[in-house]
């Protein structure tokens, strides 16, 4: 079986300047030579026409043809980078990260809510102030407040993501965030407290459509599954910070500032975001769609190429987001939804979509999230310091089980990752039903929390990279914005009906309601195995070019060999 091998000193200083310009040259994806010479047909954006002399063996005598080979991106991409991959900690890429780090901040906000609420849910004078239980109905609409905040942002995500740009988007989302978290900070009744929730869900929504698009179009291609990855995985930062600053008052004050001060807090790192994110660089995606190429081709330079407009990597994905920037004719209305919908493969981008948002929230790992004091207390773990404490080391373990994830990914793929993932948190899950079900028998509480730290390792691991990165990968240029909104929205519709549904199961089934989760997470292994996509090793363009074909989930499994020197290619199935 023949492979296309990278082209030897591709990126060397000894590469002569005609053999690196014939690729650059060559590299063209619009047309493809026919046997008259003339152009024939195009080419999709996802294959690069390659000019076998070009990636020839150089110890073999050869002849320059003119016919050429048929390859695909990411085989170009592949023998690209297997001579010009980056270092991860270069000069360059320090820079690329520095900037990327900004867009992760984004999504510590959703992670800060998630144990802040879980926290002081089980606080005395939070409790008092609001004259709330910390279970029932009450309980659950205020929770779910937050999320019916972001349900109704979704029709602006389109129109700043795309309109505005990432940047810009992110800006205001941040902007709105401060607005809610100072509404919330100083709320002295219920329904203040529940307005600021409705504000401060909203902005987050609208940070959070852009955020995940910024950090996947600005990522390298050598390390995106990381890159990207590392994107959901500061929503474990938020957690940690906001179970320590509650943990904190929670031992030291008896007032109300109990739980004031970690909601204001929840204020900082959206400053740091809204500060910083206007003086760096647009995605060059966006760019492009707006005709900015000369800028898109200059960030793209700066951080993929060290500043070179002509390295391969720069070359190869300018050429092809430019050319699926071409393939659209008509304009990308932000209010047009109908886009993500209006084509069998926009359909089954939309499954993915969706499957990735409700398989995100139903996992059991909402119950963990947001109860979990309530489950450690029903395991006869009473004292609401241990609880706290408990709830505060366990996001410690799933962030670094979350990065190790991220660094995994290109290496395992997403489907493994999300198969490997659920099974694990089958197991624990069925041993925490176990465990809860007997709390009465000594040391039984122990178990619970063992069982509790080592599922959300689990999920972690497998799920928390993914949960924005696969939406993501699997929407086109045209549509990743709309999509993204789209996501958080089927996300906070997962997430109300558990989050509320939760807050009653726990109070009137108590631990009866981890069956339903454990049932539910075979469905989702089944679901996966049967229709998600691979997503690992292709450009973003190839990607869009696999929802193309009649079934996504085996074609996105083939394996392409290129040959070398011939014009055959065979697809293998892996």
Request: include cysteine.
């Amino acid at each position: 079986m023949s492979r296309w091998s990278p082209v030897p000193g591709l990126c060397s200083a000894a590469t002569t300047p005609t053999r690196l310009q014939h690729l650059r040259s060559r590299s063209t994806m619009s047309t493809k030579d026919g046997k008259d010479g003339k152009d024939a047909e195009a080419l999709p954006p996802s294959y690069f026409h390659v000019d076998s002399s070009i990636v020839a063996d150089e110890k073999k005598e050869a002849p320059v043809t003119s016919h050429g080979t048929e390859v695909p991106a990411t085989a170009a991409l592949e023998a690209v980078l297997a001579e010009c991959k980056p270092s991860m900690f270069s000069a360059g890429m320090l820079k690329l990260w520095a900037i990327m780090s900004i867009g992760y901040l984004v999504s510590t906000m959703n992670g800060f809510d998630s144990s802040l609420m879980g926290a002081i849910n089980a606080m005395k004078p939070y409790q008092e102030s609001f004259g709330l239980t910390g279970a029932g109905s009450t309980t659950g609409i205020v929770f779910i407040t937050y999320n019916l905040g972001q349900i109704a942002s979704f029709p602006f995500c389109g129109m700043l993501a795309d309109g505005w740009g990432r940047r810009w988007c992110i800006f205001i989302g941040c902007v709105i965030v401060l607005i809610g978290t100072a509404v919330q900070g100083t709320a002295t009744t219920l329904n203040q407290f529940i307005g600021g929730r409705f504000v401060l869900g909203f902005g987050v929504s609208i940070a959070s459509a852009a955020a995940p698009a910024y950090t996947v179009e600005l990522a390298h291609p050598a390390y995106r599954g990381f890159m990207a990855g590392m994107y959901n995985n500061l929503w474990w930062m938020g957690n940690i910070l906001a179970g320590w600053t509650t943990y904190g008052t929670n031992r030291n004050l008896t007032d109300a500032w109990a739980w004031k001060i970690p909601t204001i807090l929840q204020a900082a790192l959206p400053a740091v975001v809204m500060v910083l994110i206007l003086f760096f660089p647009e995605t060059p995606r966006w760019l492009i769609a707006q005709d900015r190429t000369e800028e898109a081709l200059e960030i793209l330079a700066k951080y993929h190429g060290d500043g070179d407009r002509n390295h391969p990597v720069v070359q190869l994905e300018y050429r092809e987001i430019v050319e699926q920037a071409n393939l659209y004719t008509t304009d990308n209305r932000w209010w047009n939804f109908r886009e993500l919908v209006h084509t069998r493969p926009a359909r089954y981008r939309l499954y993915m979509v969706i499957g990735m948002a409700f398989f995100g929230q139903w996992s059991g790992n909402n119950v963990v999230s947001y109860f979990m004091p309530e489950m450690v207390k029903q395991a006869g773990i009473t004292d609401s310091s241990t609880q706290l404490l408990i709830n505060a080391i366990n996001p410690i373990f799933a962030m670094f089980a979350a990065i190790l994830g991220a660094y995994m990914l290109d290496r395992i793929g997403r489907r493994s990752m999300m198969l490997y993932s659920l099974g694990a948190c089958f197991v624990f899950y069925v041993l925490l039903t176990a465990f809860t079900a007997n709390a009465n028998i000594a040391g039984m509480s122990y178990g619970v929390i063992v069982a509790i730290y080592l599922f959300n390792i689990a999920f972690a691991w497998g799920f928390t990279p993914l949960q924005t990165l696969y939406s993501v990968e699997c929407l086109e240029t045209r549509t990743r914005a709309k999509g993204s909104g789209a996501n958080f929205l089927f996300l906070n519709i997962a997430m109300v009906i558990n989050t509320y549904g939760i807050s009653e199961g726990m109070e009137k089934i108590g631990w009866k309601l981890y069956i339903v989760y454990c049932v539910w997470i075979l469905v989702e292994m089944v679901l996966i195995y049967f229709f998600a996509v691979e997503t690992a090793g292709k450009t973003l363009e190839e990607i869009s070019e696999i929802f193309e074909a009649e079934n996504p989930r085996k074609e996105s499994l083939k394996k392409r060999n290129v040959a070398i020197g011939r014009s055959d290619t065979k697809d293998t199935q892996v």
